[in-house]
T-cell receptor, first 113, second 113 residues
Framework: DTGVSQDPRHKITKRGQNVTFRCDPI?????LYWYRQTLGQGPEFLTYFQNEAQLEKSRLLSDRFSAERPKGSFSTLEIQRTEQGDSAMYLCASSPGRKTEAFFGQGTRLTVV | GESVGLHLPTLSVQEGDNSIINCAYS??????FIWYKQESGKGPQFIIDIRSNMDKRQGQRVTVLLNKTVKHLSLQIAATQPGDSAVYFC????????????FGGGTRVLVKP
């Protein structure tokens, strides 16, 4: 499968714990995006990378959230001190350039209990 | 702020009939639009896109219409099939947004046999 891959698919964690998600984009796609989606809503932009550079972060991305793309390939999204409000689907997408279609992964469903 | 929205939250359609999903956008600077299909538990799947220099684009069984005058986007699905049952999102971006997509809230399409 050469699509966008996300791991894990599901994560249940206790409030206050840290979690980390991984995204492997389509090979050679230089743009990588993280979105968050809650039930019944469209995805909301969190942050994006062009190669290893993080070019934009949404106001939704509080200081408990951090994302990295160290070698311009895979990316990680870490949430520290998780809160119940962090429960959502976290989606990763990649695209080969500007104003081209973004391909999404299957997402990581986070449940904070 | 600028946003993309949908008129109908749920659309029920008889198998074989045509479906029309509507979307209004408010950012006059938007110049690239995408329709995504999302099935339960999966990430958004690209359907079709259109750039602002076009007013119509056709794919396989799908047509996207763009009316920049009234900032309206629609997706037409011909001969709707049970496999078309999903939530459909329109998304938009503009030149300075780095392909960051702004999504609407989604329309659920239910295909009745």
């Amino acid at each position: 499968d050469t699509g966008v891959s996300q791991d894990p698919r599901h994560k249940i964690t206790k409030r206050g714990q840290n979690v980390t998600f991984r995204c492997d984009p389509i090979s050679e796609h230089n743009r990588l995006y993280w979105y968050r989606q809650t039930l019944g809503q469209g995805p909301e932009f969190l942050t994006y990378f062009q190669n290893e550079a993080q070019l934009e972060k949404s106001r939704l991305l509080s200081d408990r959230f951090s994302a990295e793309r160290p070698k311009g390939s895979f990316s990680t999204l870490e949430i520290q001190r998780t809160e119940q409000g962090d429960s959502a689907m976290y989606l990763c997408a990649s695209s080969p350039g500007r104003k081209t279609e973004a391909f999404f992964g299957q997402g990581t469903r986070l449940t904070v209990v | 702020g600028e946003s993309v929205g949908l008129h109908l939250p749920t659309l029920s359609v008889q198998e074989g009939d045509n479906s029309i999903i509507n979307c209004a956008y408010s950012n006059s600077a938007s110049d690239y639009f995408i329709w995504y299909k999302q099935e339960s538990g999966k990430g958004p799947q690209f359907i079709i896109d259109i750039r602002s220099n076009m007013d119509k684009r056709q794919g396989q069984r799908v047509t996207v219409l763009l009316n920049k005058t009234v900032k309206h986007l629609s997706l037409q699905i011909a001969a709707t099939q049970p496999g078309d049952s999903a939530v459909y999102f329109c998304a938009e971006t503009f030149n300075a947004a780095g392909n960051k997509l702004t999504f609407g809230g989604g329309t659920r399409v239910l295909v009745k046999p």
